[in-house]
């Protein structure tokens, strides 16, 4: 039987029942007590009531904690980025909140703010964030949350066409950034290099070991990525040439590019090292290559243009090369076309050369 009495203002209500831990809770009238007495203990006679008592106690911050270090201890690839995503929303009004008591109007109240802060597009990484974070907390680490994930209620707003990157290089632009680099940051420029003929990602460049690299075959293999499918990549001569300047740097200590032919043997022998087949490619953090290609931006007064804009830049060349799309996402790896249609930006003129060339050719002919 539950124990209903009045105490400080406010009606108590204890409900002791063998099989059930003890419950507790607390109302303004005795009405509101009754009904949830009623109801709870009606609940546990017909085997339909839920503990709920964790999810009251569990507060979101707890959540956040915890979610970070699972993530960090399973080898998650964009830690950095996660933590970032973490830090902020640790600064906002749910970190003190109960998950119990996260509703939908909180995250739609939350989504309304941010999204006045941020682009569309940058809210969605916050909004798929928190979705999967309710899932973990229901399902991952069983605590009950009566209405579900309340990220289901929150309508996910559409990007505007204007939120969508179309940054390209323009002028002289890589010839600029390129010649400041190979003065500066010589890993840099070939950082920026591989980046501008493959489209790769730069978490995916700096994990490059030599064991995945093929200097016969000319192409590398990426086992991490970070649509989790791993795929090969085909080196153009620029690439290549990016590639083995490297490795002769590493070997030794100066980049002169040498001329092929036995050379591709002598260098594949010497990827193939056991002793050398885990050594990385590169040996600069990716956040170091981030501010060393800002600061050449800087320098040569090259604005707004971010790393990420070179994944752009490459994307679009490799379909202005007469590439189709299912070679360019193999390429560049994009899981999702619609991602990859987003991510082309093909300039005018480039496709105006390319008929003119296709004519001229056939009439040639």
């Not at 998950?99 to 941020?118: F, G, H, M, S, W």
């Not at 890589?174 to 980046?195: C, F, G, H, Q, R």
């Not at 700096?206 to 080196?235: A, C, E, V, Y």
Request: proline share 3%; hydrophobic share 35%; with cysteine.
């Amino acid at each position: 039987m539950a124990s209903i009495h009045k105490s400080f203002g406010k009606w108590r209500v204890q409900i002791r029942r063998k099989g059930f831990p003890t419950l507790t809770e607390h109302f303004k009238s005795k009405k509101e007590a009754d009904a949830f007495a009623s109801i709870t203990e009606s609940k546990m006679i017909t085997g339909r009531y839920i503990d709920t008592s964790e999810a009251k106690n569990f507060l979101f911050s707890d959540a956040l904690d915890r979610f970070e270090k699972e993530e960090a201890d399973a080898g998650r690839k964009s830690i950095r980025q996660l933590r970032s995503q973490l830090k902020m929303l640790r600064l906002t009004n749910l970190a003190q909140m109960a998950v119990l008591n996260i509703k939908p109007k909180d995250l739609i109240a939350y989504k309304n703010k941010r999204i006045k802060e941020v682009k569309v597009t940058s809210y969605h990484k916050d909004h798929n964030l928190l979705h999967r974070l309710f899932q973990v907390i229901m399902i991952d680490w069983a605590i009950h949350l009566p209405l579900g994930n309340p990220m289901k209620l929150v309508p996910k707003p559409k990007s505007k066409v204007s939120d969508a990157r179309e940054r390209r290089l323009e002028g002289n632009e890589e010839e600029l950034l390129l010649k400041d680099l190979n003065k500066t940051s010589y890993e840099t420029a070939i950082v920026v290099m591989l980046a501008l003929e493959t489209g790769m990602r730069r978490g995916e460049i700096m994990n490059i070991k030599l064991k995945h690299i093929d200097t016969k075959k000319q192409q590398l293999s990426i086992p991490t990525t970070k649509t989790g499918r791993p795929r090969d990549i085909p080196l153009s001569e620029k690439a290549f040439e990016a590639v083995v300047k490297r490795i002769i740097f590493i070997r030794h200590g100066h980049a002169v590019i040498e001329t092929k032919g036995d050379n591709i043997t002598y260098l594949d022998n010497f990827v193939t090292r056991p002793e050398m087949k885990d050594s990385s490619l590169f040996s600069y953090s990716p956040d170091s290559i981030s501010r060393a290609y800002s600061r050449a931006c800087k320098r040569q007064g090259i604005e707004n243009l971010t790393f990420h804009d070179l994944r752009h830049e490459a994307t679009s060349r490799l379909s202005e090369y007469g590439l189709d799309i299912m070679e360019v996402s193999h390429i560049t790896g994009h899981k999702d076309l619609k991602m990859l249609k987003r991510y082309t930006h093909l300039k005018p003129i480039n496709i105006a050369n390319k008929i003119n060339a296709s004519r001229e050719s056939k009439a040639i002919k």
